[in-house]
């Protein structure tokens, strides 16, 4: 089965940058686009950023210039770096293929403080 762990969140100040993990396993890598994606408590989840195999990258108008997704398909990882970091980028973020979804990881949150 497909395992997805992601990892790097934390307490941060508003402004910090921080950089979000994914490791993948049980999948060929390579053969799939990623994608992050983040629930903030009471929210539905929603996407974030994706990059596609050859990768081409696309992000949401909330994170776009702001956010930058990248991946190693020999390390079977991909990395979410956050800069000027906002409040409401607050949510547990995850990563997945865009469509459709394997089963979701445990998120690594990320907190954002004003």
């Known amino acids: 089965q497909v395992q997805l762990v992601e990892s790097g969140g934390g307490l941060v100040q508003a402004g910090d940058s921080v950089r979000l993990s994914c490791a993948a396993s049980?999948?060929?890598?390579?053969?799939?686009?990623m994608a992050w994606f983040r629930q903030a408590p009471g929210k539905e989840r929603e996407f974030v950023s994706t990059?596609?195999?050859?990768?081409?990258?696309l992000s949401a108008d909330s994170v776009k210039g702001r956010f930058a997704i990248s991946r190693d398909n020999a390390r079977n990882m991909v990395w979410l770096q956050m800069e000027r970091l906002k409040p409401d980028d607050t949510a547990v973020y995850y990563c997945?293929?865009?469509?459709?979804?394997?089963?979701w990881g445990q998120g690594t949150q990320v907190t954002v403080s004003s």
């Open positions: 990059i596609s195999r050859s990768g081409m990258t």
């Open positions: 997945n293929r865009p469509v459709p979804q394997w089963d």
């Open positions: 049980g999948l060929t890598f390579n053969t799939y686009g």
